[in-house]
């Protein structure tokens, strides 16, 4: 094949084929004496996608003689493209967080001189709730709380309640945010709870209320509306507050109703 056929076929440019060639990394099956012609054997897409994914991987040209001219067969290659793939989505997944981050921001900022929603004022019952406890940053709630929910409805899986209502409560620390996962246990089930859980008593009581719908993403939005609300009508927060997920999985986000609540002492 001529340089150019090879160059489309291998994804590269004729200048990458050449200095490839200049530095010995990749030399063409045949060069034409007469007319300098460089010519490559169909057999030479192997070693050029080879050095192409490893290029990718982050090696230097020189690394990459060196792995070449040592051998490095397709099972090797392709594991360390899977590990490489893997933190691609990784990445991607964690910039695709901040960005949803940086856009609530924004509409926070462009909400700040409108009239604040209205809420709901109510007596909350009190509630017995299993679940699990840890403490984070603001950052990493998006991964980490549908972690703890998930682990928590395997945890209670075997004792046959429902999980149709899932309950969090927020309280922030200096070493962070107090976060707590879990759903609503009859004493039945309290009284023998599996191992891994904890039993919590939310208090009854006053609350300011509102309700968020569609993607967790912009749930600040909510809140920030809420306690502006909150405390223009004269209220004072008090306690944690708490996240009622009315509907949540197996339903897309864009389709999730929460009850947000801000006990207030009156």
Same mark, same amino acid.
């Given at each position: 094949?001529? &340089?150019?056929? %090879?160059?489309?076929?291998?994804?590269? /440019? !004729?200048?990458?084929?050449?200095?490839?060639?200049? &530095? +010995?990394?990749?030399?063409?099956?045949?060069?034409?004496?007469?007319?300098?012609? $460089?010519?490559?054997?169909?057999?030479?897409?192997?070693?050029?996608?080879?050095?192409?994914?490893?290029?990718?991987?982050?090696?230097?040209?020189?690394?990459?003689? *060196?792995?070449?001219?040592? +051998?490095?067969?397709?099972?090797?290659?392709?594991?360390? =493209? $899977?590990?490489?793939?893997?933190? &691609?989505?990784?990445?991607?997944? !964690?910039?695709?967080?901040?960005?949803?981050? !940086?856009?609530?921001? =924004? $509409?926070?900022?462009?909400?700040?001189?409108?009239?604040?929603?209205?809420?709901?004022?109510?007596?909350?019952?009190?509630? $017995?709730?299993?679940?699990?406890?840890?403490?984070?940053?603001? *950052?990493?709630?998006? @991964?980490?709380? +549908?972690?703890? %929910?998930?682990?928590?409805?395997?945890?209670?899986?075997?004792?046959?309640? /429902? =999980?149709?209502? /899932?309950?969090?409560?927020?309280?922030?620390?200096?070493?962070?945010?107090?976060? %707590?996962?879990?759903?609503?246990?009859?004493?039945?089930?309290?009284?023998?709870? @599996?191992?891994?859980?904890?039993?919590?008593?939310?208090?009854?009581?006053?609350?300011?209320?509102?309700?968020? =719908?569609?993607?967790?993403?912009?749930?600040?939005?909510?809140?920030?509306?809420?306690?502006?609300?909150?405390?223009? +009508?004269?209220?004072? @927060?008090?306690?944690?507050?708490?996240?009622?997920?009315?509907?949540?999985?197996?339903?897309?986000?864009?389709?999730?109703?929460? *009850?947000?609540?801000?006990?207030?002492?009156?």
């Amino acid at each position: 094949m001529l &340089i150019g056929d %090879f160059a489309r076929l291998g994804q590269v /440019s !004729v200048r990458m084929l050449r200095h490839y060639d200049a &530095i +010995g990394l990749l030399t063409p099956a045949r060069v034409d004496p007469w007319t300098g012609y $460089r010519t490559y054997a169909p057999e030479q897409l192997g070693a050029l996608n080879r050095i192409v994914a490893l290029r990718d991987l982050g090696f230097g040209l020189d690394a990459i003689g *060196e792995i070449v001219a040592g +051998g490095i067969d397709a099972g090797q290659l392709q594991a360390m =493209l $899977r590990l490489r793939q893997a933190q &691609i989505e990784e990445d991607v997944r !964690v910039a695709s967080t901040r960005l949803a981050a !940086v856009e609530s921001r =924004l $509409r926070m900022i462009e909400k700040e001189k409108t009239v604040p929603v209205d809420l709901v004022l109510k007596t909350l019952p009190a509630q $017995r709730v299993a679940g699990i406890r840890a403490t984070m940053t603001h *950052e990493e709630f998006v @991964p980490r709380i +549908g972690e703890m %929910f998930g682990r928590v409805a395997d945890l209670l899986a075997p004792t046959g309640i /429902s =999980l149709e209502t /899932s309950v969090a409560t927020y309280d922030e620390g200096e070493a962070g945010v107090d976060v %707590f996962t879990g759903h609503p246990v009859p004493d039945s089930v309290a009284g023998a709870l @599996p191992d891994g859980l904890v039993l919590v008593d939310l208090p009854g009581g006053r609350a300011a209320c509102g309700v968020h =719908l569609g993607e967790m993403a912009s749930i600040g939005e909510s809140w920030q509306e809420l306690y502006r609300a909150t405390l223009d +009508g004269g209220h004072t @927060p008090a306690g944690p507050c708490r996240e009622v997920y009315l509907r949540s999985h197996p339903h897309p986000q864009s389709d999730w109703v929460t *009850e947000l609540q801000q006990p207030v002492a009156d």
